[in-house]
Nanobody, 126 residues
Framework: VQLQASGGGLVQAGGSLRLSCVAS????????MGWFHQAPGKAREFVAA????????SYAESLKGRFTISRDNAKNTVYLQMNNLKPEDTGVYYC????????????????????WGQGTLVTVSS
């Protein structure tokens, strides 16, 4: 199983990035998917999650309105569109797979996710 995240980079505050995560070795449409963020020196935090079909999503409250999660099951890919980026968004972003049916309240809990990507680094300059 491999989750390959990409799309990170250096961006100025107020800018945008779109992260991608391509999954292989799993039946992608049988997994809910999530994104987590780890800022330097801090614990990993939930960003967003999306259901198997893509019709439901959940977000960290502080990120609503700026980030959007989506998926393309034909491409085995989940995306994270990040707009109006802030310096505090700096860190490594990880995608992860959740074999359970989408559960909005539980989707933020990292221990439900079984496979994790290697992460992609986002740096937002002020």
């Amino acid at each position: 199983v491999q989750l390959q995240a990409s799309g990170g980079g250096l961006v100025q505050a107020g800018g945008s990035l779109r992260l991608s995560c391509v999954a292989s070795g799993i039946n992608f449409n049988e997994y809910s998917m999530g994104w987590f963020h780890q800022a330097p020196g801090k614990a990993r935090e939930f960003v967003a999650a999306i259901s198997r079909s893509g019709n439901r999503a959940s977000y960290a409250e502080s990120l609503k309105g700026r980030f959007t999660i989506s998926r393309d099951n034909a491409k085995n890919t989940v995306y994270l569109q990040m707009n109006n980026l802030k310096p505090e968004d700096t860190g490594v972003y990880y995608c992860a797979s959740d074999p359970r049916f989408f559960d909005r309240r539980a989707s933020s809990e990292y221990y439900y996710y079984d496979y994790w990507g290697q992460g992609t680094l986002v740096t937002v300059s002020s």
